[in-house]
């Protein structure tokens, strides 16, 4: 069997469109929507992404700008710049990039971005709201693993395993799937067997970061594979996946790079266009 390939990049290009048209609606009612990216310090696959919002967000016709401050600011003036931001009534969604140098802690930073602004969902009270059913942020690379999940049918009664247990995407990705009706079993570094059980799910979604984690030979026959890991190996973006091996087990399987990530940033974009239409229905 050779797997169907789940394109991030082409679903991402239609869901855009979308966009971008909302964002036109928006702007004919005189709201622009605009997001503003803070990011701490100079790594290099950091400043690619945030970069990449940027680009993204002005390509469907929304403002955004990239606040870049030095990796050795304080941690107060990052709590500084967080205030100045939720004050100003042009930026609808604030996105700090993670990690954040060692001198801030960054669980009081996502606790000051204001929740009606955290367009990542990382924030303690939209993650309350995720896991209670309010509305909220769903953070956003969840969000694309739903999306890209979409088009591979429906999830009712499906075997799903998650593999990594993170605040950001495996336990996100969890709650998401539940609600789908599917049945979801969530592994981690400490689940005993790990590999060898991964035969009999039907689904696979894999955010760990750990190359060749998974090959063909690992999964159930038609297996629908999201590769949500990303690890730079020898300058080359890489996921969990052994691709090769995989695709020829799997019924639908995402490339890495080319599959999650589009529509990671693609999320990003979506929540900032709900950010911009709740302000202005709040106001
Ligand atoms: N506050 C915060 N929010 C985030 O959403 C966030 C973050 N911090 N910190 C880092 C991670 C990582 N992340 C990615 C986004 C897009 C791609 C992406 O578009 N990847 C392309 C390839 C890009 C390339 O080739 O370098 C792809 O997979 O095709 C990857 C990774 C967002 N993150």
Request: charged residues 25%.
């Amino acid at each position: 069997m050779t797997a169907e390939l789940l394109n991030g990049r082409e679903i991402a290009k239609d869901y855009r469109a979308g966009l971008q048209s909302e964002v036109e609606k928006l702007k004919s009612q005189g709201i622009v929507p605009n997001l503003t990216v803070v990011i701490v310090g100079n790594d290099g696959a950091s400043l690619s992404y945030v970069r990449s919002k940027n680009k993204a967000a002005e390509k469907i016709g929304m403002e955004s700008s990239i606040v870049h401050l030095d990796e050795d600011t304080s941690e107060e003036e990052v709590l500084a710049t967080v205030e100045k931001l939720n004050n100003d009534d042009k930026v609808n969604g604030i996105l700090v990039q993670v990690p954040l140098p060692d001198q801030v802690d960054e669980n009081k930073v996502l606790e000051a971005i204001a929740p009606h602004k955290d367009v990542d969902g990382f924030s303690p009270i939209n993650i309350g709201r995720l896991y209670t059913g309010q509305r909220t942020f769903v953070p956003c690379t969840p969000l694309g693993v739903m999306e890209l999940l979409k088009h591979t049918g429906s999830l009712e009664g499906k075997t799903v395993a998650v593999v990594g247990r993170s605040h950001i995407v495996g336990q996100p990705v969890a709650k998401l799937l539940t609600d789908q009706n599917a049945t979801v079993t969530l592994m981690h570094s400490r689940t005993q067997n790990m590999v060898e059980q991964l035969k009999n799910f039907d689904v696979v979604v894999s955010a760990v970061g750990k190359p060749g984690l998974i090959t063909g030979a690992d999964l159930k026959e038609g297996a629908i594979v999201i590769d949500v890991g990303n690890t730079v190996v020898d300058e080359k973006l890489v996921g969990d996946v052994d691709f090769e091996s995989a695709k020829e087990v799997a019924s639908y399987i995402t490339p890495v790079p080319g599959g999650v990530g589009p529509l990671t940033i693609t999320m990003v974009l979506n929540n900032t266009l709900l950010a911009a239409k709740w302000h202005n229905e709040d106001k």
